[in-house]
């Protein structure tokens, strides 16, 4: 592990890739500072300027735009009270409450530094974990994976679409139909085309990732008039107050961010659990380990209850990292879009890209650290003077989003035919958006597609046509039976709320 | 059963994947795989089924909280103008070249959205695509097809 860690650090720090870090954490964080962008919307945007470096570099710039957009999304959160994620709607608890108070330095500093702490630790878990995961990962078996495949989709629907669990697996279904389009894998037989020689190769994955989140997200935003810039114009951006954190706060964060951090990765480890539920069930967790009076303070500006769930969410980033590096399965949204990325760039994530490519995956891990160190060192003094890009009108914002993501298509193909699909797929997107349709299933539906199929097709060939693959074996049965049971229980909470 | 948004939403659903379904038994597979456990079109035909199973859910089953969107606070215009300049663009971008296609599309997407400071319009729109169109094709060397700066004998 220790030769592996060298070769990580000796790839992650070469001056191109450690420009790359610095270059993804700071894009991110402008992206992911902007209301309703978030680290997807980042990453995509960053996909087709990948493609033009080696695997390594590529996947290092989006891990540190992964960073950036979470710490990004932290900021707006405090300063603004406009989470520019889902997961650091928590942070808005007390952070925003710390900047009426006039310490918007101080939360942005507490912030940052429980990041960077949640970080490192899940860094080491993830150290741990990732290797030892992989061994393991290798005695599984086709049908295994196609479990874990179903598994992923049922809870990435089941947690990511707050209780609507059928327009989830619609989603679902609607990324696989997608994914189905083009020449079969095995046979080249051309499916869905409808003759049309530009589907034949199928739908590029950043086509659907860029339709899906950066355009649609923009529209969605222009359709709903909503103008992130208006809350930013009713505070000074400019002086946040001092960034320094006395003896007692650090004393309180000490005891908040082991726990955070472990909570924190578990959940992040889990598929489709994520950085959102990591940040509440931390916010929640701290609650009850606080004194009563402390207690009270919750929701006003406490230390520990800003701290939690920033040190959870960026230690559910890293642990959302290990089914991706050690199984090949993405658990979130996110991670889909980096294993999208991956096999544009010809790498097969899974048990084995811990032998057949350790550069690729110390280096990733490696470069995950150096960007909280970068976080830390260079956007928190900096912050000042980002924020400045919350006040950008959205009558400039929006136009550049759409360039950028007409711009990335066009790069990738000079086809005229990917843009008008990219569009049409946005408006469907737009329109799903506004009645609550969740996107992020159908894109790891997508990225899972080819896969799903692959894993299915062998299973069915080996036990020749028969459906008893999914029970033989006991690993199968056991996830077989988390699928069932994590059906059972939206079935059971949606009748209690009797939402469906 | 009270219809409302959602309900068309998955209604329309229904019927992309019986259409789905339709679609998928005609993928013509060969001779020898038709009979085998699996073929190119037993992935699509279990798809098109879960589809319609999950929609049909959703059609069915009552909806307790329905959404509720007021159309008169959706900002119609601006978005199908936006949508029509995105189109222009996209069936522009080869023919006319990226520079001047990209920059004529900034300017009226800004003008469309409110945008009325014209100096800020400007500058944001040729010099910003021109510098960019630098990073991008000089500096980072990637290609950038652009017959009219080409006939100018800007780019190469």
Not at chain 1, 169 to 192: H, Y
Not at chain 2, 120 to 130: E, L, N, T
């Amino acid at each position: 592990m220790i030769e592996g860690i060298l070769i990580g650090l000796k790839t992650a720090l070469s001056f191109q890739n450690l420009m790359m870090v610095m270059i993804g954490c700071f894009a991110g964080t402008i992206i992911g500072m902007l209301p309703g962008l978030g680290p997807m919307t980042a990453i995509a945007l960053m996909i087709p300027i990948t493609y033009g470096f080696d695997p390594a570099t590529g996947l290092i710039l989006m891990a540190g735009v992964y960073y950036g957009a979470v710490f990004g999304g932290s900021t707006s959160s405090i300063l603004i009270n406009a989470p520019g994620v889902p997961g650091t709607v928590a942070t808005s608890f007390d952070g925003y409450p710390m900047a009426q108070q006039g310490k918007a330095g101080k939360a942005l500093a507490i912030a940052a530094y429980s990041s960077f702490a949640g970080g490192t630790i899940s860094a080491i878990f993830l150290l741990i974990a990732a290797p030892s995961l992989s061994k393991v990962s290798l005695s599984f078996r086709s049908p295994d994976y196609f479990g874990l495949m179903i598994l992923g989709l049922t809870a990435v629907a089941a947690f990511s679409s707050k209780g609507n669990f059928l327009k989830a697996m619609m989603m679902c279904v609607l990324g696989l139909m997608l994914a189905s389009v083009g020449q079969d894998t095995l046979s080249d037989i051309p499916r869905f085309t409808f003759n049309t020689m530009n589907l034949s190769d199928g739908i590029s994955f950043v086509l659907v990732v860029m339709a899906t989140f950066a355009m649609s997200e923009a529209l969605t935003i222009i359709i709903k008039g909503n103008d992130p810039s208006k809350a930013a114009k009713q505070i000074s951006l400019t002086d946040l107050g001092s960034i320094k954190v006395n003896k007692e706060e650090t004393k309180q964060m000490a005891a908040t961010i082991p726990r955070s951090s472990i909570l924190g990765f578990i959940i992040g480890v889990l598929p489709g659990a994520g950085a959102t539920i990591a940040s509440f069930l931390a916010y929640g967790m701290e609650r009850n380990f606080v004194k009563s009076e402390e207690k009270e303070k919750f929701g006003k500006g406490s230390v520990q209850g800003l701290s939690a769930p920033e040190t959870a969410n960026n230690a559910a980033c890293s642990g959302s990292f290990v089914p991706l590096l050690t199984l090949g399965i993405p658990g979130s949204g996110t991670t889909a879009v980096m294993l999208g990325a991956l096999l544009g760039f010809g790498i097969q994530p899974g048990p084995r890209l811990y032998e057949t490519n350790p550069d690729i995956f110390w280096s990733v891990i490696m470069s995950m650290y150096i960007g909280m160190v970068v976080l830390l060192i260079l956007n928190l003094p900096l912050i000042p003077y980002i924020a400045r890009i919350l006040a950008v009108p959205r009558t400039f914002l929006i136009p550049m989003i759409l360039f950028f993501s007409v711009t990335g298509i066009y790069l990738m193909s000079f086809n005229n035919f990917d843009i008008f699909l990219m569009i049409g797929i946005a408006v469907i997107a737009t329109i799903l958006r506004l009645y609550d349709f969740p996107m992020p299933p159908l894109i790891l539906a997508f990225v899972l597609g080819g896969l799903m199929e692959e894993n299915l097709r062998r299973s069915l060939l080996i036990s020749d046509g028969s459906w008893a693959f999914l029970w033989d074996r006991p690993l199968t049965l056991c996830i077989m039976m988390t699928i069932l049971l994590i059906i059972c229980w939206q079935i059971y909470s949606s009748l209690i709320s009797r939402k469906i | 059963m009270k219809i409302n948004s959602v309900k068309i939403i998955s209604l329309l659903f229904f019927i992309l994947s019986a259409f789905y379904l339709y679609t998928a038994h005609q993928i013509q597979v060969f001779a020898f795989d038709e009979g085998a456990p699996f073929n190119a079109k037993t992935f699509p035909i279990y798809l098109g089924y879960a589809g319609m199973f999950f929609s049909g859910l959703k059609i069915v089953l009552p909806d307790q909280k329905p959404i509720k969107i007021d159309p008169t606070y959706l900002e119609f215009k601006k978005t199908i103008l936006l949508v029509l300049t995105m189109i222009v663009y996209g069936a522009t971008i080869l023919k006319v070249g990226f520079f001047l296609s990209t920059s004529l599309f900034l300017v009226f997407s800004y003008y469309f959205l409110g945008e009325r400071r014209w100096k800020y319009i400007i500058i944001f729109s040729f010099p910003f695509v021109a510098i960019f169109m630098y990073l991008l094709h000089g500096v980072l060397a990637v290609y950038l097809r652009d017959p009219l700066l080409k006939y100018i004998g800007i780019i190469g």
